[in-house]
């Protein structure tokens, strides 16, 4: 079978470093990417110790210029990326009337900005290759969530966006999908609580309780769906936005 190579975006730490590793265990390339190359030697370091083959790319992926360099880099030292996690993201939480249109632009740029050239770079060899696989980091604050209309209006939109990629790429063997993670332990959700300044054992406690399953989801978690999503076998499955959020939201 074809060695494909993976791009995660926003991989030197939490969701997207889990991804990456899971994803070169599952005997992928993996292309590192994040705003800071040098931020993404961990990541590199455990793939390659685990005998895996990764490159740390630094990207912006808000920006033309920067993703364009990015993914040709990837194209020449690892191969044609046939495999894009759209995992990069960030946080500018306020209530409406105290959110800046900097806030609002920012969260919109790294977003939805971001996944759609990431997307719209990657699929020229997607398409060439008759094979892809796109998989997008929506959030179910998409359903909304107090303080966050930036992000919640950004991760709805990559649900449509998703839809609509694998509308247009079906035909190419190019599937698009969206996975929904509810509360995830991660440096993001740790500076939310600090943010509201409950101490973060107390806040992964809280979220638990929230879930069916009582527990706070882990990277992991969402490096298995991503894994399922991006396997050469899951060619029938596209469009679809998958919770990851212990237990069905409501
Ligand atoms: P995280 O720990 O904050 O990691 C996000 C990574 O993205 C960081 O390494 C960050 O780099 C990078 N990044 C930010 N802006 C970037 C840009 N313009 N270009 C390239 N990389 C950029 O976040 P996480 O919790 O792992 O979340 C990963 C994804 O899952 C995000 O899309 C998030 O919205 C989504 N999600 C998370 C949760 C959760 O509970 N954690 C729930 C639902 C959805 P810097 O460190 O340099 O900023």
Known sequence: MTQ????????????????????AADGMKVAVLDLDESACAATVEAIKTAGGDALAVGCDVADEESVKGAVARVADELGAP???????????????????????DMVMNVHLRGSFLMSRECQAHMTKEGFGRIVNLSSSSALGNRGQANYSAAKAGLQGFTKTLAIELGKFGVTANAIAPG?????????TAER????????IKGAAEMTAVKKAGQ???????????????SGYVSGQVLYVAGGPLC
């Open 82 to 104: 046939t495999v894009l996690v759209n995992n990069a993201g960030i946080l500018r939480d306020n209530l409406l009337f105290k959110m800046s249109a900097d806030d609002w």
């Open 196 to 203: 509201v300044g409950v101490p973060f054992e107390d806040f």
């Open 4 to 23: 494909r190579t993976a791009i995660v975006t926003g991989a030197a730490r939490g969701i997207g470093a889990a991804v990456a590793k899971r994803l």
């Open 183 to 191: 509360f995830i332990e991660t440096d993001m959700t740790a500076a």
């Open 219 to 233: 990277p992991d978690d969402i490096a298995n769906a991503a894994s399922f999503f991006c396997d050469e076998r």
